[in-house]
């Protein structure tokens, strides 16, 4: 069977993703797409063989043609999309962030909760990384002892005009935000955000680099070296330190070469590259879990639980102090899952 997915949203990730469905996966094709911008939409279609283009999201939806939704709008459009996609009871894959504040995700999992089963995925990729899966494979068997702390860096190498230092938070650091819970099965109980000194890069206003502290529940730490002003390329930095030892990403390069003296190895130039393999992993799981009739990674829980995250270190931007995270009590609909 093939599962005739309709994508909302046709811009950077959306082309990617109907690329990869149209092309790299397996078991799916994109059967309508639309986009805000229809001329966009209509370009994109016309390299989509029997795709259709919808004038809105909503006919997308309700399109008898369209077994399951992807989202790939602007944030502030997803609420929308996803609650339109539940209320139609279509499984849904939404990019992140579920949605941009703490009660548009509450209503969403409310109307989640109310249909009784998981109808939502959220786009948190780096959970699909093989690094990544191989660095918490490592964690949770115990190897080398309790974890005690985490450092990460999330640097890009540079960022849109529009890109705020707010943004630096709950576009960019919001994935390691999701790490942390991930990997520790564990909620996040405070965060902290030191400015420090401004990149010389930087656009007037804009604090660059931020360093999140992400306090976990259980007491360990993460740091977060938030730079979205790199300039070398998209680095993507993790080492968990555990009582008996330490685990770490390797670098992403997969060769290293050596010549006159020097070694070397390539750094990605975006998210793209960096995460090919994860987003292919991630939609692939998600066609196969929706099509066997189920649901699988990233909840509307955790899309909630970030996104909250995302508020408080937002709060602790503006205050310098260390702001707690509040959270709902979680849904028994997510609660056999831990945070993975
Ligand atoms: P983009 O601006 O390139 O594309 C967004 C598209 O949405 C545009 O074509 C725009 O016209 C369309 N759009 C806006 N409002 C709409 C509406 N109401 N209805 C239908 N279409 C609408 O942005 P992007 O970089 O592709 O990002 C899209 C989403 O994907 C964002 O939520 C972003 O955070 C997320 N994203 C995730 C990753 C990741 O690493 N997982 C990477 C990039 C982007
Ligand atoms: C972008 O939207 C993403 O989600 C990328 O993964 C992230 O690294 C980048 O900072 C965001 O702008």
Same mark, same amino acid.
């Given at each position: ?8 949203? !046709? ?10 469905? !149209? ?45 399951? =939704?992807?989202?790939? /709008?602007?944030?502030? !459009? ?33 109307? $989640? ?23 918490? *494979?490592?964690?949770? /068997?115990? $190897? ?13 190498? /540079?960022?849109?005009? @529009? @890109? ?9 650091? =919001?994935?390691?935000?999701? =790490? ?8 996040? *109980? ?24 992400? $306090? ?59 995460? =090919?393999?994860? @987003? ?14 189920? /649901? !699988? ?31 709902? $009590? ?11």
């Amino acid at each position: 069977m093939t599962l005739d997915v309709g994508v909302i949203g !046709t811009g950077m990730i959306g082309q990617d993703h109907i690329r990869r469905l !149209t092309s790299v996966l397996s078991g799916a094709r994109v059967a309508a797409v639309t986009d805000v911008d229809l001329d966009r939409a209509r370009a994109v279609a016309d390299g989509v063989p029997g795709s259709v283009v919808h004038d809105t999201g909503q006919a997308l939806i309700d399109d008898p043609g369209v077994d399951a =939704v992807v989202v790939t /709008s602007w944030g502030p !459009t997803h609420e929308e999309y996803v609650l339109a996609a539940i209320s139609a009871g279509k499984q849904v894959f939404c990019e992140k962030p579920l949605a941009t504040t703490r009660e548009a995700c509450d209503r969403i999992v409310d109307a $989640e909760v109310a249909t009784g089963k998981r109808l939502v995925q959220v786009g948190f990729m780096r959970r699909f990384d093989p690094q990544y899966r191989a660095m918490k *494979a490592v964690v949770t /068997s115990g $190897e080398i002892g309790a974890p005690l702390l985490m450092h990460a860096a999330h640097r890009n190498p /540079s960022v849109p005009d @529009f @890109f705020t230092s707010d943004m630096t938070i709950n576009d960019s650091t =919001v994935h390691d935000i999701d =790490v942390a819970r991930w990997m520790f099965d564990d909620e996040i *109980a405070a965060v902290t955000v030191l400015k420090g000194r401004i990149s010389r890069k930087a656009k007037a206003g804009f604090n660059d680099p931020l360093l999140v502290l992400l $306090e976990m529940r259980s007491g360990v730490i993460v740091d977060v070296e938030a730079m979205v002003n790199a300039g070398f390329g998209y680095d993507i930095r993790g080492e968990v330190v555990c009582e008996d030892g330490t685990v770490e990403l390797s670098e992403s390069a997969g060769a290293v070469v050596k010549l006159a003296g020097r070694y070397s190895g390539r750094v990605p130039e975006t998210w793209k590259e960096r995460f =090919v393999g994860a @987003f292919d992993l991630e939609l692939q799981a998600w066609v196969d879990a929706v099509s066997a009739g189920g /649901s !699988t990674g990233p909840s509307a829980w955790d899309g909630y639980a970030a996104t909250v995250a995302c508020e408080t270190g937002l709060a602790a931007l503006r205050s310098g102090l260390r702001e707690e995270v509040v959270l709902r $009590e979680r849904p028994d609909l997510y609660a056999k899952e831990g945070v993975a």
